[in-house]
């Protein structure tokens, strides 16, 4: 069956290190997206990207970064983590903008 | 104003309940909407996609629109144990969705008690 994948899982590491979180989706979608997951502020959309080459800024992209080499894989890179970034981080991925989005099982990152 | 809201909860029911899940939301400019399920450490799984006015069935769930008022509703009908979850909705940025991005409720967490 075709799915979407996150690793790792889990993540704990120091504030000002360079983190990358993979998003992987076997069906062929064109539009993929981030989104993090804080309590009182629900999904929030970082990154998103509609094809190869393609990225974009969402509404909380600041300290973040996308690249889009293939279909399927979209990840995300915090160039030098800080604390307010402990969060938990979801993948999407949907086959076209008017089709509902399939999401991963998260990531969730600490920063200590 | 956030743009689409929900009562976070949470809310406990017995078993067998009828459960009513509300979303309100301030620009009525958009098309669909929709309901995604979010168990503990789990990503969202979408449950209902639903289209203008109206309403729309599916088992025991049920999704009502209504655009005059700008309210959402999901409906769970003989609730269980299992319906225990935190309940998403969300609807697109764009009246004609061409955009692809949502906007997302907080989401309500429920609890169905044996």
Redesign the interface.
């Known amino acids: 069956d075709a799915e979407i994948t996150q690793s790792p899982r889990h993540k704990i590491t120091e504030t000002g290190r360079q983190v990358t979180l993979a998003c992987h989706q076997t069906w062929n979608h064109n539009?993929m997206?981030w989104y993090r997951q804080d309590l009182?502020?629900?999904?929030r959309?970082i990154h998103?990207s509609?094809g190869v080459q393609d990225t974009n800024k969402?509404e909380v992209s600041d300290g973040y970064s996308v690249s889009r080499s293939n279909t399927e894989d979209l990840p995300l890179t915090l160039e030098s983590a800080a604390s307010s970034q402990t969060s938990v981080y979801?993948c999407?991925s949907?086959e076209?903008?008017?089709?509902?989005?399939?999401?991963?099982?998260?990531t969730r990152l600490s920063i200590l | 104003q956030k743009e689409v809201e929900q009562d976070p909860g949470p809310l406990s029911v017995p078993e067998g309940a009828i459960v009513s899940l509300n979303c309100t939301y301030s620009n009525s400019a958009f098309q669909?909407f929709?309901w995604?399920r979010q168990y503990s450490?789990?990503?969202?799984?979408?449950l209902m996609?639903t289209y203008s006015s109206g309403n729309k069935e599916d088992g025991r769930f049920t999704a009502q629109v209504d655009k005059s008022s700008k309210y959402i509703s999901l409906f769970i009908r003989d609730s269980q144990p299992s319906d225990s979850a935190t309940y998403?909705c969300a609807r697109?940025t764009h009246g004609s969705?061409?955009?692809?991005?949502?906007i997302?409720?907080?989401?309500t967490t429920l609890q169905v008690k044996p």
């Open positions: 539009n997206f009182g502020h629900g999904l959309l998103y509609y969402g979801f999407a949907s076209s903008s008017n089709q509902p989005q399939h999401f991963g099982d998260g | 669909y929709m995604y450490r789990k990503g969202p799984e979408l996609y998403l697109p969705g061409n955009t692809g991005k949502l997302f409720g907080q989401g």
